[in-house]
Each structure stands twice: as structure tokens, then as C-alpha cells.
């Protein structure tokens, strides 16, 4: 079953690799809150990097990042390093089940997928021969077929926008993100 805007989104708190619970939703700001493939995984990588270039601008919008991987913690914890946002693994897919994000065959069989695959491939397997970033698991829990998903979540709880990846590499970019922040309503400002 798929979210859609208005929805409303149960309050909990998510446990990320190595951090404090982050409250979903976050009374005082927008969560992005994120799900990608698997820990390693290229495209994610080459994804969340735009992310980390830009997470000053993401932050000063108001907005907070969460990612979701369905990966075990031990799966995420060499691969999280250096990423300024929470992790959360959810190697069950509860919560992508919660969301209604799937995975399916063509989230690498969509031709719009080739060329950021292709391209992030040849990054990671650079990082990884430099010492920079830790391969991916041959297996990895949940497999290599997930499809992204992107929600942004008030701080009442509602949901505000909501895109279902149709394959590997369909996500919104910073600039989408930013966008949809602006049109949200502010949170109520506490006295």
C-alpha cells in the first residue's frame, strides 16, 4: 500500500547506526526520511554524496535527513562513516513495508538505470582500490533488487510529498527536495 500526501505517518523514534534515537516526526523541523537499497550499494552512494555536499543547505532549510538501508547495523556500521545524517538499518523491511516500498527486477532492467550504474560503479570500485570506502557484501540482506523511496514528513506527522522509485536510481535530487520544503508549512514554533 502506498502513502500519499496527508496521510498521517505514526510517531516513532528510529535507532541509527552508532547514534541516538531521531524522533519520525520531528516536532520542530521536515524529515526526509530516505530509503535506499543496500549498504556498499554504488548507486546509493553516488546519491547520498550529493546529499552530504549539500546538507548544510538541506539543514538550514529546516529539514532533517534520515536514510534508511535494508541492511543490518554490522552491514552499515563501515559504511556510515563520514555521513553527516543518521543511518537506520531494517533488514526485515518493516518499515519499507510500512511505506509500501518494494523491490523489483526492474530497478536494474530500466535502461534509465545504466548509465548511474554504470558511472557509480566505476567510482566505488575506485574508492575501493584507494582504501576509501569498503566493498559492498556479495549478498546483501534484502538483495540488490530495492527501489528507492522518498517521503517528507511534517512536523505534525502528516505526509507531505512522497515518490516511489521505479528503478535503482529514481530519487529526488537536493534541488527537488528543497523545493517541496518551501511549499510545506512551517512547524509551530514553540513559546
Not at 112 to 126: H, N, Y
Request: charged residues 25%; hydrophobic residues 40%; glycine residues 10%.
Amino acid at each position: 500500500m502506498r502513502l500519499v500526501p496527508g496521510s498521517d505517518v505514526p510517531a516513532r523514534e528510529l535507532t541509527p547506526v552508532g547514534g541516538p534515537a531521531v524522533p519520525v516526526p520531528d516536532p520542530g523541523r521536515l524529515v526526509h526520511l530516505q530509503f535506499r537499497r543496500f549498504a556498499g550499494c554504488p548507486i546509493c552512494n553516488l546519491h547520498l554524496r550529493s546529499f552530504v555536499t549539500r546538507h548544510a543547505e538541506i539543514e538550514a532549510a529546516g529539514i532533517r535527513e534520515i536514510v534508511v538501508f535494508h541492511s543490518t547495523e554490522e552491514e552499515l556500521r563501515e559504511h556510515v562513516p563520514g555521513l553527516p545524517f543518521p543511518v537506520v538499518g531494517d533488514p526485515r523491511k518493516r518499515l519499507y513495508a510500512e511505506f509500501g516500498v518494494e523491490s523489483a527486477r526492474r530497478a536494474l532492467l530500466d535502461p534509465r538505470v545504466w548509465g548511474p550504474l554504470a558511472w557509480s560503479s566505476v567510482i566505488k570500485t575506485w574508492r575501493v582500490l584507494r582504501g576509501r570506502e569498503r566493498p559492498p557484501a556479495a549478498r546483501p540482506t534484502g538483495g540488490r533488487l530495492g527501489l528507492p523511496g522518498d517521503f517528507l514528513i511534517g512536523a505534525d506527522g502528516r505526509l507531505i510529498a512522497a515518490k516511489y522509485g521505479e528503478h535503482a536510481y529514481d530519487q529526488w535530487s537536493v534541488d527537488e527536495l528543497l523545493a517541496l520544503a518551501t511549499e510545506a508549512p512551517a512547524p509551530a514554533r514553540k513559546a
